[in-house]
């Protein structure tokens, strides 16, 4: 099994930067990629973006380009996602992902809650 743990959410103020981490443990030697979703009150699981294992290349979506690094450590274990320049809009639950070769569904963390305050 493939059990991935978030960590470093937080109350930030708008305009401010955090760091997310997600370290996974178990069957995690065929990653395809991790990455990040976010998930707002009311609204649906939205992708914020992901990192190709092989290669190490990066993809964000529109609303945190150039606001939004992924990156991972040399061991290939953690995930990173610095989020800087925060904005209220960006209070969400956001959730670790992993896509493993020969699996047909995502593996999911359990949430870590971030909230930007204005």
């Known amino acids: 099994q493939v059990r991935l743990v978030e960590s470093g959410g937080g109350t930030v103020q708008d305009g401010g930067s955090l760091r997310l981490s997600c370290v996974a443990s178990g069957r995690t030697f065929s990653k395809v990629a991790m990455g990040w979703f976010r998930q707002a009150p009311g609204k649906e699981r939205e992708f914020v973006g992901h990192m190709r294992w092989s290669g190490g290349s990066t993809y964000y979506a529109d609303s945190v380009k150039g606001r939004f690094t992924i990156s991972r450590n040399k061991i290939g274990n953690t995930v990173y996602l610095q989020m800087d320049s925060l904005k209220p809009e960006d209070t969400a639950v956001y959730y670790c992902?992993?896509?493993?070769?020969?699996?047909?569904?995502?593996?999911w963390g359990q949430g870590t809650q971030v909230t930007v305050s204005s």
């Open positions: 992902f992993a896509d493993l070769v020969g699996a047909k569904e995502k593996y």
